[in-house]
């Protein structure tokens, strides 16, 4: 134990000696979280910038532009009577929609010819685009609504009875999960898991590479032949640390107001897991690929593409099946798709026993393939040490 011990406080000085390590491992999380946090702390997508081409210039468009300006996820940045030089004004002003008011409008509604209005759409950026297709649609509707109903009250009903005639059912959307659409509660915490993902996978793929390349693994073999020994030596810093990284990052949900159920036991086996499996992965790169660059290398090629792959933001059943089923055994798949029950739908451990059962499987996967794998390198190490001072001799 004693050995053991003193082994620990030498892998603790390689671990601090190494400033690369260190800034991704302690500086990643934090610098991120404040990072990612202040993107999306306005919450949801506001004053996005539109023009109005107001060919008619009547009382009418008026009121219609009006409308635009009050509404809150839109910026009427420009009022004009003819559409310009639009298409040239792009790159740089980058409208989010460009709305057109033909000439005649007015006169065309009183007629009851149902004129046109035009909406172009800036398909760029399709958040934008879709958050400022449904605020003008909100207007539009409205505005249609109020037109119509104005209309049969013109023609002598009652406004009660006006209102009846036009809305002949009525719409009531109860927002579950997230209510109120905010950005910060959908996004940061896929992004945090996500972040802790890949520094362990970073932290991992260094201990036995680093050993390799500066022949300390040589000593370590001296002091010890068995592999389990060796995994838990190198396992047992970050086994300390980690959890202070867990703490550190769940303090930004609150830290941000996101308002969700993660301080409880499910959401905690949850993180245990997800760490254990990608240590065992990070580790069984270090083990099997003896560089530390390209060991770094390859696991960024499964830890970059992950959060797109498991279905946190685009729905899995829009992916290539074949795609799915490689993206399940990412640890952060799993986590995910358990978090999401726990933090949203409140679920208990029952709810997430798929996830668990998976998380586990990994685990226990890439663990005895890091054992056997670790063992036979030991074995080769002593056999060519062997030979050496047989020829030596």
């Known amino acids: 134990m004693r050995k053991f ?28 979280g404040f990072l990612f946090g202040y993107v999306y702390q306005q919450a949801k997508v506001v004053d996005l910038p539109i ?16 409308a635009f300006e009050d509404n809150e996820g839109l910026f009427v940045k420009d009022v004009r009577y003819s559409a310009g030089n639009i298409i040239e ?27 046109e209005v035009h909406v172009d759409l800036n398909m760029a950026n399709i958040l934008n685009a879709n958050t400022a297709s449904k605020h003008i649609q909100s207007v539009l509707m409205t505005l249609n609504a109020g037109i119509e109903i104005e209309g ?3 023609q002598g009903m009652h406004p009660d009875q006006a209102m009846a005639s036009y809305e002949s059912f009525k719409i009531n959307f109860n927002k579950l999960y997230n209510s109120t659409g905010n950005y910060v509660t959908f996004m940061l915490p896929g992004l945090l898991a996500g972040i802790m993902q890949q520094i362990i996978f970073l932290a991992m793929a260094l201990v036995f590479a680093r050993d390799f390349e500066d022949g300390y693994f040589g000593k370590l073999v001296g002091q010890s032949k068995n592999a389990l020994y060796h995994i838990l030596l190198k396992a047992t810093p970050f086994l300390l640390m980690l959890p202070i990284m ?10 941000f107001n996101v308002d969700i159920s993660i301080f409880n036991v499910p959401m ?10 990608s240590m065992a992965i990070g580790m069984l790169f270090s083990i099997a690929i003896p560089n530390q660059l390209k060991a770094t290398e390859l696991l960024m090629v499964i830890s970059t593409p992950a959060f797109i792959l498991s279905g946190f933001t685009w729905p899995t059943m ?50 005895i393939a890091m054992v056997g794998l670790l063992q036979l390198k030991i074995y080769l190490f002593n056999k060519k040490a062997k030979k050496n001072v047989v020829t030596e001799g």
């Open 5 to 32: 011990i003193g082994l620990l406080r030498v892998e603790f000085k390689r671990i601090f000696s190494n400033s690369v390590l260190m800034a991704i491992f302690f500086g990643a999380p934090v610098l991120y």
């Open 51 to 66: 023009v109005i081409v107001d060919q008619d210039r009547s009382p009418m468009t008026d009121k219609f532009i009006d």
């Open 89 to 115: 004004e792009m790159p740089t002003e980058q409208y989010a929609a460009v709305i057109t008011l033909p000439s005649d409008f007015e006169a065309q509604l009183l007629q009851k010819k149902h004129p």
């Open 152 to 154: 049969l009250k013109k």
């Open 246 to 255: 867990w703490i550190g990052i769940a303090l930004f949900l609150p830290y």
């Open 268 to 277: 905690m086996v949850l993180a245990s897991l997800l760490t254990f499996a």
């Open 318 to 367: 829009a992916i290539p099946t074949a795609i799915t089923n490689i993206a399940q055994y990412i640890p952060l798949t799993q986590f995910l798709e358990g978090f999401r029950k726990v933090a949203f739908y409140g679920g208990d451990l029952s709810s997430i026993q798929t996830e668990i059962g998976m998380l586990t499987g990994i685990t226990i996967v890439a663990f």
